[in-house]
């Protein structure tokens, strides 16, 4: 208890310079009387600060998931349309390592009771997660209703997961012991905060791998809005 809200505290502090100095980076950058290396040490120097906003981000987000007051927004929630919108939000993630990504989803699905913007960052997290450690073909977005539930996969080729590790991942802090998960960092958090997310919708979130090399699966459901799961049942 006493680490958790430490964490949180920490945050909040870090969090409140944070703001001040992104903001004068940026307008820094559109000064035209800057040099060409100042121009690179300046983006440099907000790359990093926007590195530290995201961590402090993450951390008040699992002290909150901890705490049980993350706040939702529930409403109904057009998954396809939330998933057309993520997928065209990361294109540029994964066209930078030449990486394809694509939708499978069909023509229409009922709508999921969920929190819009808490979903994306579920989605987001995932295909970043997945672009990471990917570094030949891509990333497929897929959604199928299973009845009272909507299940969405983010299926990546990338490097694959031991099986021994497929249960730690959602641990807070956790990263696989390999190489080439080393050299992309990050806290440990993201994975820990999605689960967190989708279990606050009444959901479950899982991985699937066959092993290293063979590419991974991040699957979750998110229950369907009940007042409209009997009408499209009647409809079926």
């Not at 958790?4 to 950058?29: C, D, Q, R, W």
């Not at 993520?86 to 390592?97: D, H, I, N, R």
């Amino acid at each position: 208890e006493m680490k958790g809200e430490f964490m949180n505290i920490a945050a909040h502090e870090l969090k409140t310079p944070l703001v001040p100095i992104i903001s004068y980076l940026e307008m820094m950058l559109h000064d035209t009387n800057l040099t060409e290396k100042q121009m690179k040490k300046m983006k440099i120097c907000l790359a990093s600060a926007k590195r530290e906003a995201n961590l402090v981000a993450d951390i008040l987000d699992i002290s909150k998931i901890d705490a049980g007051s993350m706040k939702m927004e529930f409403d109904e929630v057009d998954l396809i349309e939330l998933l057309n919108e993520a997928s065209e939000g990361m294109l540029p993630v994964t066209e930078m390592k030449s990486l394809y990504l694509k939708t499978d989803l069909p023509e229409k699905l009922p709508p999921v009771k969920g929190d819009y913007r808490r979903i994306m960052q579920v989605i987001s997290n995932l295909i970043n997660n997945a672009t990471k450690f990917t570094e030949e073909g891509g990333i497929t977005l897929k959604a199928v209703n299973k009845g009272s539930k909507i299940l969405v996969s983010v299926i990546d080729t990338g490097i694959g997961i031991q099986k021994s590790d497929l249960n730690k991942l959602f641990e807070k802090f956790f990263q696989v012991d390999s190489t080439a998960r080393r050299k992309q960092g990050g806290t440990g958090l993201g994975l820990a905060i999605c689960k967190g997310i989708v279990e606050g919708h009444k959901g479950q979130l899982w991985v699937e791998s066959e092993g290293i090399g063979k590419g991974t699966s991040f699957n979750f459901t998110i229950p369907i809005f009940k007042a409209t799961l009997l009408c499209w049942k009647s409809r079926s």
